[in-house]
């Protein structure tokens, strides 16, 4: 069975999405369920270190001191890890994942449909025009085509 994530909610001061179609429930991959899971028990040990200084909240995700995470606090933390990433920081933004994200889908043979609603679009224009970007250098479909149609003789 596949876990998922609800995505109902927004940061936004109505608390809702930006439109009834973003609201959505996503299944989650194997390896992130792993991460939330190891998330889980290193949440536990810092509890139990912290012991009446923690301050719980409800949050998978929170600053160091269990306040809830703001632009400032996501942005220095995606610095961190792209640096042990050993890519340069100010050539990544949090917004470049889902950039990533829709290219990677496309790639991989994911219908532009499929991918603007998983990604809460309305439609596939700005899901194709925005966020799909080429990731192959090389365009092989015309190549691939032509040596289907006329295939190597025999010498």
């Not at 792209?82 to 219908?111: I, N, Q, Y």
């Not at 609603?117 to 596939?124: D, I, K, S, Y």
Request: net charge positive.
């Amino acid at each position: 069975m596949l876990r998922s994530i609800s995505v109902w909610r927004s940061v936004r001061a109505s608390g809702d999405t930006k439109t009834r179609k973003s609201r959505r429930t996503l299944a989650m991959p194997t390896r992130c369920v792993v991460a939330l899971r190891l998330h889980r028990i290193r949440q536990a040990a810092a509890k139990k270190v912290a012991g009446e200084r923690w301050q719980e909240n409800g949050l998978v995700f929170a600053s160091a001191v269990r306040t809830p995470l703001d632009s400032h606090n996501v942005r220095r933390s995606f610095r961190k890890v792209v640096k042990g990433a050993e890519l340069v920081p100010e050539d990544w933004t949090p917004r470049e994942m889902r950039h990533s994200f829709v290219s990677l889908m496309s790639d991989s043979g994911v219908p532009l449909e499929h991918i603007a609603r998983l990604v809460g679009h309305n439609g596939t224009t700005v899901t194709e025009t925005v966020y799909r970007l080429q990731i192959r250098p090389v365009m092989d479909e015309g190549a691939t085509a032509m040596d289907r149609i006329f295939p190597k003789r025999a010498r």
